[in-house]
């Protein structure tokens, strides 16, 4: 009989989510994430960590790390499955309840991005985004040193352009306008009304004068 386990995690944006299953590979089982298109989280590729060193002795059990980042606000369940390799016959099931909460604003915001530039040029800041979650990244004020030109939402390629839930980013285009040293500020908002935010994204920039060479 094929069992299910359940698990409780609440999360913040800003934070990352571990999640470590009892596994073994000698027997040709695996831990597999397969939820697809979760617009909460984003899971990188597990990793195994054999409880020894000599990870062909049968028998010899270890770990599976899955490791995520919180996206959007809201919650969510996402399954993992153990099989054998090779195989759509399950083993077990881990069911994850996740809740992932706004980030917190009573901390400064990380620098995500570094930006050196000249007076007059161009560079875009690309922030992941997902399409009917929330409302969307917005610049919070303006400043002396940088303006942004133009904003757009990109989706990604593999996933079909409009589908909810889809991921992809928001782009925005800047333009450098006067020198010295300065950050701007992105907000992930839930809708366009909100007083709180679901992120926060900090772009931290060094704009040089622009040298005209006469000869």
């Keep these: 009989m094929v069992t299910t386990i359940t698990k409780e995690i609440v999360a913040r944006i800003g934070h990352h989510i571990k999640i470590e299953l009892e596994s073994n590979q000698t027997t040709g089982y695996e831990w597999e994430f397969v939820t697809t298109h979760c617009p909460l989280v984003k899971m990188s590729a597990p990793v195994y960590r054999a409880t020894t060193t000599d990870t062909t002795l049968l028998g010899s059990g270890g770990k599976t790390v899955f490791k995520g980042k919180p996206t959007e606000p809201g ?11 090779d195989s759509k ?44 979650a929330v409302h ?4 919070a004020g ?9 904003s757009e939402y990109r989706p990604a390629r593999e996933v079909a352009p409009g589908a909810a839930g889809s991921g992809g980013s928001m782009v925005f285009k800047m333009k450098a306008v006067a020198p ?3 950050s701007y500020l992105f907000v992930l908002k ?11 994204y900090l772009v ?4 040089a004068p622009r040298v005209e060479i006469v000869e």
């Design 204 to 207: 931290q920039f060094d704009i």
């Design 180 to 182: 010295g040293l300065g």
């Design 89 to 132: 016959e399950p083993a077990q099931f881990l069911e994850v309840h996740l809740t992932v909460l706004p980030c917190d604003i009573s901390t400064p915001p990380k620098v995500q991005k570094v930006v050196a530039a000249t007076v007059g040029d161009t560079f875009k800041v690309k922030i992941p985004a997902h399409i009917g």
């Design 190 to 200: 839930e809708t366009p009304w909100d007083q709180t935010y679901a992120g926060r």
């Design 142 to 150: 303006d400043n002396n040193h940088v303006t942004v030109v133009k």
């Design 75 to 85: 919650t969510a369940t996402i399954l993992f499955v153990y099989r054998q390799i």
């Design 136 to 139: 969307g990244w917005e610049y």
